[in-house]
């Protein structure tokens, strides 16, 4: 089991930036792969980003160059620094977490353990 509470959420104005966090527990951290999600209103969970045990990162097109994902195995922790917000990155941001991925980095249904969530907000 792995235990995953995401904070960091908010309102900004477009062009401004947000730092996620996802606090993991419950199990060796530093094997799992990482990746964030997320939700708009009326629309179904898209992939964000992803990073691996061994540090290589994956990024949707829509957020390629403006999101860094990144984890500190020490902390038990993965981050997301969400930069140049545009009113369309409005959503609620889940964390997840594959011990075992199954299928593609994108796929919301490899990853077992899944966040509450924390909503962003962008205003234009």
């Known amino acids: 089991q792995v235990q995953l509470v995401a904070s960091g959420g908010g309102l900004v104005q477009a062009g401004d930036s947000l730092r996620l966090s996802c606090a993991a527990s419950g199990r060796t951290f530093s094997g799992v792969t990482m990746g964030w999600f997320r939700q708009a209103s009326g629309k179904g969970r898209e992939f964000v980003a992803a990073i691996r045990s061994d540090g290589r990162t994956y990024y949707a097109d829509s957020v390629k160059g403006r999101f860094t994902i990144s984890r500190d195995n020490a902390k038990n922790t993965v981050n997301a620094q969400l930069n140049s917000l545009k009113p369309e990155d409005t959503a609620v941001y889940y964390c997840?977490?594959?011990?075992?991925?199954?299928?593609?980095?994108?796929?919301?249904?490899?990853?077992?353990?899944w966040g509450p969530g924390t909503q962003v907000t962008v205003s234009s």
């Open positions: 997840a977490a594959a011990p075992y991925l199954r299928g593609t980095y994108t796929d919301a249904r490899g990853y077992d353990f």
